[in-house]
């Protein structure tokens, strides 16, 4: 059984850049919600997706959006970098919605923004 | 704004005594969990509580929700320098969030 994959580890943009970062999700697993850590904070929830369409959202501008494909692997996509998006970005993935179903996260992206 | 408050924010402690982490809260959690973090690692599923009251352990760690659902603590007995990391606990509040404590930084000193 594979577990949650994220890609890229670590990247570096500039402010003002766009940036799409990539997660796979465990096999049979039809849900992934994403999330922002910042240094020394606890995770804070950005969107859900389930089964393709976005489930709930969090406290976040329209410039982080999202994607679900068929085989339930994910994007996350920030447009108009701001520096304050450097952030240690994470995927998780269930079974079910998140509220209810245990939550299985990848290694997470490194963004750093200069 | 973080809806649950984690105390300490930080402990250092030597191998063999005990401790114990809190998640407080204001609010009404339909349940709650709690992870530990390595650095350069996701946070991995350690225990979830779903009755208030409830109490669960796993080996030398004992969880438990409170009877209003509102707080939760986690106690370790006998600290081993493996038990090193960051706990957080996650409150779930909706069908689909969760919300997240800002964490307890734990070093276990041999």
């Known amino acids: 059984e594979t577990g949650v994959t994220q890609s890229p580890t670590h990247l570096i943009k500039t402010r003002g850049q766009q940036v799409t970062l990539r997660c796979s999700s465990q096999?049979?697993?039809?849900?992934v919600s994403w999330y922002q850590q910042a240094l020394g904070q606890g995770p804070q929830f950005i969107f859900q997706y389930y089964r393709e369409e976005e489930n709930g959202r969090g406290n976040f501008p329209p410039r982080f959006s999202g994607l679900q494909f068929p085989n339930y692997s994910s994007e996350l996509n920030v447009n108009a970098l701001e520096l304050d998006d450097s952030a240690l970005y994470l995927c998780?993935?269930?079974?079910?919605?998140?509220?209810?179903?245990?939550?299985?996260f990848g290694p997470g992206t490194r963004l750093t923004v200069t | 704004t973080q809806l649950l408050e984690q105390s300490p924010q930080f402990l250092s402690i030597q191998e063999g005594e005990n401790l114990t982490v809190y998640c407080n809260s204001s609010?009404?959690?339909?349940?709650l969990q709690w992870y530990r973090q390595e650095p350069g690692e996701g946070p991995v599923l350690l225990v979830t509580v779903v009755t208030g009251g409830e109490v669960k352990k796993l080996k030398r760690l004992t969880f438990q929700f409170g009877d209003a659902r509102k707080d939760s603590s986690l106690h370790i007995t006998a600290a081993q320098p493996g038990d090193t990391g960051l706990y957080l606990c996650?409150?779930?509040?909706?069908?689909?969030?969760?919300?997240w404590g800002a964490g307890t930084k734990l070093i276990i000193k041999p």
């Open positions: 096999s049979g697993h039809n849900t």
């Open positions: 996650a409150g779930g509040k909706s069908n689909y969030q969760l919300i």
């Open positions: 998780a993935s269930s079974s079910g919605i998140a509220g209810s179903y245990e939550q299985y």
């Open positions: 609010s009404v959690f339909s349940s």
